[in-house]
C-alpha cells in the first residue's frame, strides 16, 4: 500500500518497524500536496525545508528511543489560525499577512512533543468566521469529492488536506461547528472535545468562550489517538481543565451493547434533506443492530441555538479582534491621516468583508441600550440550553443527529445570503453554547456523491461514550471510500 493511503496510526506503525522512515513518510506527503494543493487550495503555507528538517531530527530521536508514541513521525496539517513559531500564522485574513509568532500555541508543542511533523497551514474562513472556506483573503478551498462545491468551514482547508491523502491528519478549531461541518462534507472524521480539555493558549480567538482545538482524521480511532496527544492541563489557559481520563483509544471496543441513544425529533424534522435524514436514520439501525437502544426524544430550545450563538459569538469576537489595528504587527495601511485614521483605515483595508458584518453585530449587541435586551437575554438561553442538555443525558449515553441540513452547497450559494449560511449551523452550535463534546463521521453519499456525515454528541467529559458509539457505528457502516479525485490530475494536466 502506497504511502498515501495509510491511515495515521498505520504510517506510525510502519516507521516503528522500520518499513518506512519518518522521511519518507513527510515527503510523501509533500509530494501529494505539490501534486494536489494546486487544484483544492487546502494549504496556505508549506514549509518543504522545515518539514524535511524536523522528520531528521524525529527520526534520530526514534532511534535513540526518546519517541515511542504511536503517531512519532507522521505527518500533519495545522489550521492556521493556530500559533506555530517561525512559521506564518495569517487565519486566512489579509490583516495578518505577514504574521510569524514568536511561540506556537500549546497543542503545537504537545504535537511536537509526541514527534509529529507539521507538513504545512492550511487554509480557512478568515478568522474562523464562516462555514464554507471561501472568505479566505488568499484562497478558496474545493471539496475533493467535487471542486464545484465547497468543503465547509472554517476549517474547510484541514478536512479537504485529509479527504484528499495530503496529510493523514490535521488539526481544526471549532467555534459553531467548524470541525464537525467541513468533515461531514469531506467525508472524514473529526471531534470538537469538551471545552477546556484542549488549551487554547496560541489559538488566535474568535469566541472565547465557545472556541475548542480538536483532531480530524480519515478514522475513529485516529481521532482518538491525536486527541490523547492534544489533550492536556495547561497552565497558561484558565478554560484548560485537569483531566485524568484521556486515555480514550481504550474505548474503542466496538461494543455498544446496552448503549441508550436519543435522537432528537426537533432534527429531523422541517428544513433537513430527505438523504441527510435517511443516513441517519440508517446510523440509527446500524447501532440497534448492534444492541444499541435507540429512540426519539423532544430536545427543546432548539430554535433559539442559532441566535444566542451569534449573539454571543459575534460579540466575543468584536472584542477580540479589537487587537488587529496595525499598530503591533499585521497590516498598516499605507496613507492614513492620525493615529485614529490608520486604526480605521488599517482595519477597514485589512478585514473581510464576513469579519466586518461580524464586529459591527457584536459591538452593536454590547452597546449601550442594546446590552440587557440582546447579550444578557442571549446569555441565559446558553444557560437554558446546557439545562436541555443535563436533563438528556440523565436518559442518554449520546445523541445522535445530523450534522448539516444538506451536503455541501456549491461555490458562491452561500455567500449570497449570509442568513441561509448561519442557519446551515442548526444541528451544531448548541455543542458548542453547552460546552459539550461531538464527533461526525461519514455515513454514505447522496445522488450527487457528496459526503453526508452524522453526528454523535455527548456530555461533558464523556467523549470515551462517544469514541464508542462512533467506532461501533464505524464498524456497522464498513469501509468508507475517499475520493478519486481524476478532477485535480486533469486540472493540473
Same mark, same amino acid.
Given at each position: /500500500?502506497?504511502?498515501?493511503?495509510?491511515?495515521?496510526?498505520?504510517?506510525?506503525?510502519? &516507521?516503528?518497524?522500520?518499513?518506512?522512515?519518518?522521511?519518507?513518510?513527510?515527503?510523501?506527503?509533500?509530494?501529494?500536496?505539490?501534486?494536489?494543493?494546486?487544484?483544492?487550495?487546502?494549504?496556505?503555507?508549506?514549509?518543504?525545508?522545515?518539514?524535511?528538517?524536523?522528520?531528521? !531530527?524525529?527520526?534520530? !530521536? %526514534?532511534?535513540?528511543?526518546?519517541?515511542?508514541?504511536?503517531?512519532?513521525?507522521?505527518?500533519?496539517?495545522? *489550521?492556521?489560525?493556530?500559533?506555530?513559531?517561525? /512559521?506564518? =500564522?495569517?487565519? @486566512?485574513?489579509? &490583516?495578518?499577512?505577514?504574521?510569524?509568532?514568536?511561540?506556537?500555541?500549546?497543542?503545537?508543542?504537545?504535537?511536537?512533543?509526541?514527534? %509529529?511533523?507539521?507538513?504545512?497551514? =492550511?487554509?480557512?474562513?478568515?478568522?474562523?468566521?464562516?462555514?464554507?472556506?471561501?472568505?479566505?483573503?488568499?484562497?478558496?478551498?474545493?471539496?475533493?469529492?467535487?471542486?464545484?462545491?465547497?468543503?465547509?468551514?472554517?476549517?474547510?482547508?484541514?478536512?479537504?488536506?485529509?479527504?484528499?491523502? /495530503?496529510?493523514?491528519?490535521?488539526?481544526?478549531?471549532?467555534?459553531?461547528?467548524?470541525?464537525?461541518?467541513? $468533515?461531514?462534507?469531506?467525508?472524514?472524521?473529526?471531534? *470538537?472535545?469538551?471545552?477546556?480539555?484542549? @488549551?487554547?493558549?496560541?489559538?488566535?480567538?474568535?469566541?472565547?468562550?465557545?472556541? !475548542?482545538?480538536?483532531?480530524?482524521?480519515?478514522?475513529?480511532?485516529?481521532?482518538?489517538?491525536?486527541?490523547?496527544?492534544?489533550?492536556?492541563?495547561? @497552565?497558561?489557559?484558565?478554560? $484548560?481543565?485537569?483531566?485524568?481520563?484521556?486515555?480514550?483509544?481504550?474505548?474503542?471496543?466496538?461494543?455498544?451493547?446496552?448503549?441508550?441513544?436519543? &435522537?432528537?425529533?426537533?432534527?429531523?424534522?422541517?428544513?433537513?434533506?430527505?438523504?441527510?435524514?435517511?443516513?441517519?436514520?440508517?446510523?440509527?439501525? &446500524?447501532?440497534?443492530?448492534?444492541?444499541?437502544?435507540?429512540?426519539?426524544? $423532544?430536545?427543546?430550545?432548539?430554535?433559539?441555538?442559532?441566535?444566542?450563538?451569534?449573539?454571543?459569538?459575534?460579540?466575543?469576537?468584536?472584542?477580540?479582534?479589537?487587537?488587529?489595528?496595525?499598530?503591533?504587527?499585521? #497590516?498598516?495601511?499605507?496613507?492614513?491621516?492620525?493615529?485614529?485614521? /490608520? #486604526?480605521? *483605515?488599517?482595519?477597514?483595508?485589512?478585514?473581510?468583508?464576513?469579519?466586518?458584518?461580524?464586529?459591527?453585530?457584536?459591538?452593536?449587541?454590547?452597546?449601550?441600550?442594546? #446590552?440587557?435586551?440582546?447579550?444578557?437575554?442571549?446569555?441565559?438561553?446558553?444557560? %437554558?440550553?446546557?439545562?436541555?442538555?443535563? !436533563?438528556?443525558?440523565?436518559?442518554?449515553?449520546?445523541?445522535?443527529?445530523?450534522?448539516?441540513?444538506?451536503?455541501?452547497?456549491?461555490?458562491?450559494?452561500?455567500?449570497?445570503?449570509?442568513?441561509? %449560511?448561519?442557519?446551515?449551523?442548526? #444541528?451544531?452550535? @448548541?455543542?458548542?453554547?453547552?460546552?459539550?463534546?461531538?464527533? $461526525?463521521?461519514?455515513?454514505? =453519499?447522496?445522488?450527487?456523491?457528496?459526503?453526508?456525515?452524522?453526528?454523535?454528541?455527548?456530555?461533558?467529559?464523556?467523549?470515551?461514550?462517544?469514541?464508542?458509539?462512533?467506532?461501533?457505528?464505524?464498524?456497522?457502516?464498513?469501509?468508507?471510500?475517499?475520493?478519486?479525485?481524476?478532477?485535480?490530475?486533469? *486540472?493540473?494536466?
Amino acid at each position: /500500500m502506497q504511502i498515501k493511503n495509510l491511515t495515521a496510526l498505520e504510517t506510525g506503525r510502519k &516507521i516503528r518497524k522500520r518499513e518506512i522512515s519518518v522521511t519518507e513518510a513527510v515527503k510523501a506527503s509533500l509530494e501529494q500536496i505539490e501534486k494536489l494543493d494546486p487544484a483544492v487550495g487546502s494549504f496556505v503555507t508549506v514549509d518543504e525545508e522545515r518539514a524535511l528538517k524536523r522528520a531528521e !531530527q524525529v527520526q534520530k !530521536q %526514534m532511534d535513540r528511543g526518546e519517541l515511542t508514541g504511536p503517531l512519532a513521525g507522521v505527518p500533519i496539517g495545522v *489550521k492556521d489560525n493556530i500559533c506555530t513559531k517561525g /512559521m506564518k =500564522t495569517t487565519c @486566512s485574513s489579509k &490583516i495578518l499577512y505577514n504574521f510569524e509568532p514568536p511561540y506556537s500555541a500549546e497543542a503545537v508543542v504537545n504535537l511536537e512533543k509526541a514527534g %509529529m511533523v507539521i507538513a504545512g497551514k =492550511t487554509n480557512m474562513d478568515e478568522f474562523a468566521m464562516g462555514s464554507t472556506t471561501e472568505t479566505s483573503a488568499f484562497k478558496i478551498t474545493r471539496n475533493p469529492w467535487n471542486p464545484e462545491h465547497v468543503p465547509g468551514g472554517s476549517s474547510g482547508g484541514s478536512c479537504a488536506a485529509v479527504a484528499a491523502g /495530503m496529510v493523514p491528519c490535521a488539526l481544526g478549531s471549532d467555534t459553531g461547528g467548524s470541525i464537525r461541518q467541513p $468533515s461531514s462534507f469531506c467525508g472524514v472524521t473529526g471531534i *470538537k472535545p469538551t471545552y477546556g480539555t484542549v @488549551s487554547r493558549y496560541g489559538l488566535i480567538a474568535y469566541g472565547s468562550s465557545l472556541d !475548542q482545538i480538536g483532531p480530524i482524521a480519515g478514522n475513529v480511532e485516529d481521532c482518538a489517538a491525536l486527541l490523547e496527544i492534544l489533550a492536556s492541563h495547561d @497552565s497558561k489557559d484558565s478554560t $484548560s481543565i485537569e483531566r485524568k481520563d484521556l486515555d480514550f483509544t481504550a474505548a474503542l471496543t466496538g461494543d455498544v451493547k446496552g448503549m441508550k441513544i436519543g &435522537i432528537p425529533a426537533e432534527y429531523l424534522s422541517e428544513g433537513l434533506d430527505l438523504q441527510v435524514g435517511e443516513a441517519v436514520k440508517k446510523a440509527a439501525e &446500524i447501532l440497534k443492530a448492534q444492541g444499541a437502544q435507540v429512540e426519539e426524544f $423532544s430536545l427543546k430550545l432548539v430554535d433559539y441555538a442559532i441566535p444566542a450563538y451569534y449573539v454571543i459569538a459575534s460579540a466575543e469576537a468584536s472584542s477580540n479582534l479589537s487587537r488587529f489595528d496595525g499598530v503591533k504587527y499585521g #497590516y498598516r495601511a499605507e496613507e492614513y491621516e492620525g493615529l485614529h485614521g /490608520m #486604526y480605521k *483605515k488599517s482595519r477597514s483595508e485589512g478585514f473581510g468583508e464576513e469579519v466586518k458584518r461580524r464586529i459591527m453585530l457584536g459591538s452593536f449587541v454590547l452597546s449601550s441600550g442594546y #446590552y440587557d435586551a440582546y447579550y444578557l437575554k442571549a446569555l441565559k438561553v446558553k444557560a %437554558m440550553i446546557k439545562q436541555a442538555f443535563d !436533563q438528556a443525558f440523565e436518559k442518554y449515553d449520546a445523541i445522535l443527529g445530523p450534522v448539516a441540513p444538506a451536503t455541501a452547497p456549491r461555490i458562491g450559494e452561500s455567500l449570497k445570503d449570509p442568513l441561509k %449560511m448561519y442557519l446551515g449551523d442548526i #444541528y451544531t452550535v @448548541s455543542v458548542n453554547l453547552a460546552g459539550l463534546p461531538g464527533i $461526525s463521521l461519514p455515513m454514505g =453519499t447522496d445522488q450527487r456523491g457528496l459526503p453526508i456525515g452524522v453526528q454523535l454528541i455527548g456530555d461533558c467529559f464523556q467523549e470515551k461514550k462517544i469514541f464508542r458509539a462512533a467506532y461501533g457505528l464505524e464498524q456497522g457502516r464498513g469501509a468508507f471510500r475517499g475520493p478519486s479525485l481524476s478532477w485535480a490530475d486533469a *486540472k493540473k494536466n
